[in-house]
Structure formats: C-alpha cells, structure tokens
C-alpha cells in the first residue's frame, strides 16, 4: 500500500515538472501571438491616422488656414491639422518637399503656421527597445501565465482540464464508521459486505462469488447516502475518491470523458479502493429526449462510465458506488448487473431509526433527566437524519441562550416546532379581533381530533405567529408509528382539517385566508384517496394517477383523459363538502366547550394537550378516566 503510494507521489511529481514546462513554453507562445498581433493593430490603425497627401493639397490647406502646425523632418513633412475628421483618434497628414526649406519655411511663417523643426534622439536605443518591445511583451506572458494557473488551479497543471479533481480520503482522514450511521441497519448491512470483501475477498472467491462492480445508493435528500459511503471507506481502510457528478461536466467537449478515464486510472493504481460518486444523474441521465438526451458532451461521459465500469477486474477490489435522489432518470445501461448490480434503499427512518440517530446526535450534547428521545422521536414523524441533527443542534443553542448547562424535553420539542413551522415572530402583533379568529381556528382543529376516535390525540396548541407564515398551529403527535392508514383514517384527518374553517362560519359568519393551507392538504389527500388508494365508490379499483420524483417532491402526475379528470374534480369535490360538513355539524353540537377553549387559548396563547384535555371534560362533565370511553362513545354518536 505504501509502494504504491510513493508511486503515486513520485508521478503526480514528475507530472508536476512536466505541466509547468510545457505551460511556460505554451504561454510564452500565447504571449507573442498577441504581442505579434497588438503590433499589427497599432501598425493598422497608425497608418489610418497618418495619410500621405499631395503637395498641391498640403499647399492648397496652407492657403485656407487648414494647417496647424508642420514638423518639418528629414525626408518628410508632418502636417497638423486644425479640424479633425474623427471623434476616435486624431488625424494627421504626411507629404514630401516640392521645394527648399528655406522657401517652404518662409510660407509657413507667412501663413502664420507652427514650425516644429526635427529633434535628434539623443536617447538611449537599447532602453527605447526595451521600453517599446522586450518589457511589453514581458507584460502580457506574466499576465497570461498567471491567468493560466488561476485557471488550471484545480485542474491538475497545464492542459488539466481532463485531468480528475476526484477529493481522495484514507480511513483516518474520513473519521466516519458504521458506529455513526444509525437508522439504516439494511443499508449497512449491504454496505458491510462489501467492506467484508475488501478485507477478505478469498472467502468469497473460493466458493465463486464475484465482488459487485457498484452499488447504488438511492433515497430522499438528507437520508445520510454520502455519510454512509464514507462509513464504508472508514471501515474498509482503502483510498476512497469522492467527487460529484458535476465534477465531471466542463464547457469543453469530452473533458468528461477525458476525467472519466484518469479517474478509473488512478483508481486502478490503487486498488483496492473505492469511487463515490454523488449525484450521478448529472452524468448518468438517460440518453432518451425525454429526460433531456441529446446532450452530446453528457452523452460520451455516460458512454466512457460505462466502458470503463465494463473494463476493470474486480479481483482487484474497486468498488464503484453512486448516491442519487432520482433513480427513474439513470440510463437503464447503467443499472443493469455487471456495472451498478446493487440498488440500495437509503429511505426516511422509521421510529426505531429515528431513536437511535437521536442518540448518535446527541451523545456529544448535555442532556438533563427529563430528556426523553423516544417521545422526541414519535412526534418527528417522516423526518430525515439531517432534520434530527437539526433539531438536536437548535436545542442545544436554545439552552445556551438561557444559560442553561443542559438540554431540557422542553428545548427538544422547540426545535421540533422551529425546524417544522419555524422561530416566534415577536414583531408580528395580532390585533385582538384576529387572535379571537385564529383561536377559533385552532381550536376547531382541535376540538375535531378530540372528537374522532380515529385521529391523533393533541400535543400543542398555539396561536404564537411563526417565521414560516403561519399565525397558529395545532401540534399532534401518533400514539404509535403507523405505516399503514384506512379509510376511516383519511377521512378524520380531512375532517379535522375542515374544522378550523368550519369554526370561523360557525362563530363569526364569515371566513377568512387563513385556512389556505388547510385547503391544500386536505385537497391532496382527498384526490389521494380517488386516484391512488382506491377508495371511492365511483371509481373503484382503477389507478388514475402515478408519482414521478418520489424521492424528491414526489408530484402526482394525471394517467387518464379529460373527461375522467373532470369526474375525479368532481368526486374530490363531493368527499370535501361531506367533510366540511361534518366538521361544522360536530363544531355545532360543541359550541360552549369551544367557547371556552378559545376564550382559554387567547388568554394563555399557548396550551398544552392535557390542559385542552381537561377543560374539555370539565365541560362535558366527563371524569379523568374516562377519557378513551368518551372518545368511543363521540365516535358512536357520529
């Protein structure tokens, strides 16, 4: 391994000298190219500034008062003239003597003209040559030479734009192991064979397995695709070469190509070692228009990856993997088996998962007794790894502000509310009619969820305005993760997202844009539940939309006609109306205990679930206990 490293020293070295030989030659040439040509343009435009004229002219402009002044020389006379014909550079004339000095010289002073007669140069024509010749030419090679390194900087030398800017890492310089990825355990379970086959691939070649060429790492933005390719080359202890696939893409045609090639070189020369590449669609986009193909310079990048995926043994363990959040725009080429063999699923953690990245994040931050990382964990429901990292961060600066030693449950679910909805807006007062309406408003959301059976207890309600836009918010969080939802289920949540509009009709006759978003959400998964889930009558069984970009904004795209897109308007239409409806029939039958709730919230501004909780059953009289009774009894009366 260290032979092999001096190697590689001694012929990034020897390439060193090279490049900087060839980059003085090739600038001195670009040097006295322009040189060569800026000699030519002053030349040109000299000559266009300086005409040759007749004698009878320059007699006849003596004669009209057109001369300013005469430099008479040796061979020539120079003229001046008093008008100029050009805005852009002055113009002078030139013609030979017709006559003596001395007459022409008594002309001109009967004209009353300028004589300037010819002054020797006494000055040194060595320095004049240099002045004139040697120091600009000088000037414009230091300029072109520095202008060349700028470029050529991060390009590997002179001509390095085809050279690879591939960032290589041994295992100490990584500081990355499996022990810092958590809520993956699939993933590092597919990552660690092949760590296992570069420590001991004569298990596996003994019984006849073949090392996989690549791996993909597919999943959201955030999921922890890169730090898992990093755990593998720490756990490995190999050379690990991580570049982007933009790394690849230059403004000259075939420099990917060309970086493809040295990147697979280097690579060989120290194998074993493994190649990250992260975004690859930018490279590995299908060759089909419909994904942008024609892309001629993309195109034979693609082509060399691929070539070069098919050419290099595996027995000398190189590892190829690829990170991408958009697998359905790859060129089906390179996911086949013999080039990216593995697709490894990075997705969002589930609760187990997001428990234990909690911990992983928070083993380095002071944490009181009333931490409770599993209650933190159930309320962060569909976040990713990085959004946990987040929220422990913003935790442990919010108990720094209040000089505090440690991390309270109370600054935990903060963070959760800062990194979902955002910080307090301080500066934004509400009028005390619009914090009448957005209590209303919540406390519709709310006193619906307490009222269904199917939908989540409540955590939190404020009406404390956010930086995200919103003035208010209902916080709710699952008894337990679900993976799956019924139609019952669906169905509460749209009805629960009617309730704040359906209290703002029922206590002040009119509605206002604050249920904006509630609109949108409850839209979505109504046209869901129609197009994707199957659960309307009218439609049945038949799957009307598909998702495109699932990783990323996973936008649902129509598969179906005019007419049929029309009915499902209508149907979504239907099932919002019924729930809208619903919601203000349940609002109604509960008028005094969401009097009271409102009236509770804008004086508190903010209360927690169990204070909801309690004036809801003060009013309707229910004991403490029986709380899950009076749910299934709400649920019956429905």
């Known amino acids: 391994m260290d032979n092999n490293f001096n190697k590689g020293n001694q012929n990034k070295n020897g390439n060193k000298k090279n490049n900087n030989r060839s980059g003085i030659i090739i600038s001195l040439i670009a040097a006295l190219c322009m040189f060569a040509m ?24 003596l004669d009209n008062g057109e001369v300013k002044s005469v430099e008479l020389k040796s ?55 240099f002045l004139v010749y040697i120091f600009p030419l000088l000037l414009v090679w230091v300029i072109i030479w520095f ?30 192991t499996f ?30 397995a073949k090392l996989p060429k690549g791996a993909l790492l597919v999943g959201p933005p955030g999921t922890g695709k890169t730090l898992l390719a990093k755990a593998v080359a720490g756990e490995a202890q190999v050379p690990f070469f991580s570049l982007s696939g933009s790394d690849f893409v230059e403004m000259f045609v075939g420099v990917g190509a060309s970086r493809v090639r040295d990147l697979f070189k280097q690579a060989q020369q120290m194998a074993p070692c493994i190649i990250f590449i992260d975004e690859i669609d930018a490279i590995g986009k299908s060759r089909d228009s419909r994904y942008g193909g024609g892309n001629d310079e993309r195109e034979q990048t693609l082509n060399q990856l691929l070539a070069e995926m098919d050419g290099f043994d595996t027995s000398k363990g190189l590892v190829i993997l690829g990170a991408t959040n958009r697998p359905e725009v790859l060129d089906k080429a390179l996911l086949r088996p013999g080039r990216f063999d593995r697709r490894i699923i990075v997705e969002k953690p589930d609760l187990k998962g997001r428990v234990d990245i909690l911990k992983v994040h928070a083993k380095d931050v002071m944490m009181d007794d009333t931490v409770d990382l599993d209650a933190i964990a159930l309320a962060t429901s569909g976040a990713v790894g990085s959004d946990l990292a987040n929220m422990i961060n913003e935790a442990a600066i919010m108990a720094v502000k209040d000089n505090r030693n440690a991390v309270s449950q109370a600054d935990l679910f903060e963070a959760v509310e800062v990194v979902i909805a955002g910080k307090e807006k301080k500066d934004r007062i509400l009028s005390p009619e619009e914090k009448k309406i957005v209590a209303y408003h919540e406390i519709g959301h709310a006193l619906i969820a307490a009222l269904q059976k199917d939908a989540e207890p409540v955590q939190k309600i404020t009406i404390v305005p956010r930086t995200m836009g919103s003035l208010g918010y209902v916080m709710q969080v699952p008894e337990e993760e679900k993976y799956l939802m019924s139609k019952k289920e669906l169905i509460a949540d749209i009805i629960t997202f009617c309730g704040g509009r359906a209290a703002e009709q029922i206590v002040f006759d009119s509605v206002t844009t604050g249920a904006s978003n509630d609109i949108e959400k409850a839209t979505k998964m109504a046209r869901a539940m129609v ?26 795209v129509l598969n179906c006609g005019d007419d049929t897109a029309a009915q499902i308007d209508k149907e979504v239409m239907r099932i919002l109306k019924e729930c809208y409806e619903k919601a203000e029939s349940m609002l109604s039958e509960n008028r005094d205990v969401m009097d009271k709730l409102a009236a509770f ?20 009289g229910i004991p403490e206990n029986d709380n899950d009774e009076n749910n299934e009894n709400e649920q019956s009366e429905k």
């Open 601 to 620: 919230l804008v004086e508190k501004e903010t209360i927690t679930g169990k204070e909801f909780m309690k004036i809801l059953h003060e009013v309707k």
């Open 531 to 556: 197009t994707q889930y199957g659960m309307s009558d009218k439609f049945g069984l038949i799957g009307l939309e598909s998702i495109e970009n699932q990783y990323l904004d996973g936008r649902a």
């Open 179 to 208: 022990k810092d990825v958590a809520g993956q355990e699939e993933a590092k379970e597919s990552m660690y064979e092949l760590v296992d086959f570069l420590h001991s691939p004569g298990k596996y070649t003994k019984i006849g």
């Open 75 to 129: 061979n020539q006379i120079d003229i001046t003239p008093i008008s100029q014909d050009t805005g852009y550079y002055k113009i002078s004339y030139y013609t030979g003597y017709a006559e003596s000095i001395d007459a022409l010289s008594k002309r001109l002073l009967d004209a009353g003209v300028e004589i300037k007669p010819e002054v020797q140069d006494t000055g040194t024509s060595i320095l004049d040559f």
């Open 38 to 61: 800026f000699t030519v343009m002053t030349n040109q435009l000299k000559e266009s500034s300086h005409k040759e004229i007749t004698y009878n002219k320059f007699l006849k402009m």
């Open 147 to 176: 202008g060349f390194r700028m470029i050529t900087k991060n390009s590997g030398g002179m001509m390095g734009v085809g050279k690879s800017t591939a960032k290589m890492y041994v295992q100490k310089e990584t500081g990355v």
